[in-house]
């Protein structure tokens, strides 16, 4: 079992930044992917950055690619994501997941966290 909770978001306008955090518990953290994933109101879930295992290998959705960045320490079972240059359409309820890689980059996890919103003002 991996527990995850997040924390850091908040309003911020254009132009800004925010950093996420997730604080995960559970023996298994090291072993699985971690990722983020954000949903907008009235949309879809949507994947938008994730980390193996080792920290070495990153992916991110194309619209956040330059701007956010994902990170992990497995020695403090946390994972963050750095978040600049933010733009209005980046407001959503962002989530702290993790699964196995495959999983993970199929679009889906097998743990959640409750999700923190970001806001982002034009």
């Known amino acids: 079992q991996v527990q995850l909770v997040e924390s850091g978001g908040g309003l911020e306008q254009a132009g800004g930044s925010l950093r996420l955090s997730c604080a995960a518990s559970?023996?298994?953290?090291?072993?699985?992917?971690m990722a983020w994933f954000r949903q907008a109101p009235g949309k879809e879930r949507e994947f938008v950055a994730a980390i193996k295992w080792s920290g070495y290998r990153t992916y991110y959705t194309d619209s956040v690619k330059g701007r956010f960045t994902i990170s992990r320490d497995n020695a403090k079972y946390t994972v963050n994501l750095q978040m600049n240059s933010l733009k209005p359409e980046d407001t959503a309820v962002y989530y702290c997941?993790?699964?196995?890689?495959?999983?993970?980059?199929?679009?889906?996890?097998?743990?959640w966290g409750q999700g923190t919103q970001v806001t982002v003002s034009s």
């Open positions: 997941a993790a699964g196995e890689a495959p999983t993970v980059l199929a679009g889906t996890a097998t743990y």
């Open positions: 559970g023996r298994t953290f090291s072993s699985f992917a």
